[in-house]
């Protein structure tokens, strides 16, 4: 059974969804950003116990190291705030759209 309804693209009702389904649920939440950053503070990504995820909090190689992340935390039961920055001159090879730095805060939730 699944309780997604008018706002099934929103991260934090998907969140509560796979919760009400009994999936360990980790919720990333970008909570820092400077310069360049592909999303604002306050962006989520959840992600399951079975590495399926929705939202986004940065994009390119970052998000997946954020799943990856989600997958130790919900492992571990720790929470644990996250760090990526580049130089401009690198920035696309990381999937950022230009140099700048973000923190994500990731943290399981239920």
């Known amino acids: 059974m699944t309780l997604l309804g008018t706002d099934d693209r929103d991260p934090l009702s998907i969140a509560e969804a796979w919760l009400a389904e009994g999936r360990a649920v980790a919720l990333a939440t970008v909570v820092e950003t400077w310069g360049s950053a592909p999303r604002p503070v306050g962006s989520h990504l959840v992600v399951d116990g079975e590495g399926r ?49 973000i923190r994500i805060y990731v943290e399981r939730v239920g």
Do not use: Y
Request: charged share 25%; glycine share 20%.
């Open 53 to 101: 995820f929705e939202g986004s909090v940065s994009g390119g190689c970052v998000e997946g190291a954020v799943v990856g992340e989600a997958a130790e935390v919900l492992a571990e039961g720790k929470p644990r705030l996250l760090e990526f920055g580049v130089a401009d001159e690198t920035a696309w090879r990381v999937g950022l759209s230009c140099g700048g730095r």
